[in-house]
């Protein structure tokens, strides 16, 4: 099973951009699809983006246009871009993997991140 630390989070205006990064261990990282969740306090962890092995991606229609999913290989390392950030995007954020193909269910994934704080103020 691969490990998976997130690191990026932090406080922001709305509007404003943070990239998170999430350094996987392993060598066979690129075998691996890689999903970003998010939980916000009360309620339940949602599905935010992901990317595949061969890096086809996926997004929630809350973020489409807004956030970026990318992956890089030789770092073990996938990214999340985001945009134009919204008081509703404050939540903790996971990185997930699992192996070769995205999905949307937070119970496809076997290895997990322990998150990092996002918070956009208003």
């Known amino acids: 099973q691969v490990q998976v630390v997130e690191s990026g989070g932090g406080l922001v205006q709305a509007g404003g951009s943070l990239r998170l990064s999430c350094a996987a261990s392993?060598?066979?990282?690129?075998?691996?699809?890689m999903g970003w969740f998010r939980q916000a306090p009360g309620k339940e962890r949602e599905f935010v983006t992901s990317?595949?092995?061969?890096?086809?991606?996926l997004y929630a229609d809350s973020v489409k246009g807004r956030f970026t999913i990318s992956r890089d290989n030789a770092k073990n390392t996938v990214y999340l871009q985001m945009n134009n950030l919204k008081p509703e995007d404050t939540a903790v954020y996971y990185c997930?993997?699992?192996?070769?193909?995205?999905?949307?269910?937070?119970?496809?994934?076997?290895?997990w991140g322990q998150g990092t704080q996002v918070t956009v103020s208003s």
């Open positions: 997930a993997a699992r192996m070769m193909h995205s999905a949307a269910l937070a119970s496809e994934y076997g290895s």
């Open positions: 392993g060598r066979t990282f690129s075998r691996y699809a």
């Open positions: 990317i595949s092995w061969s890096g086809s991606t």
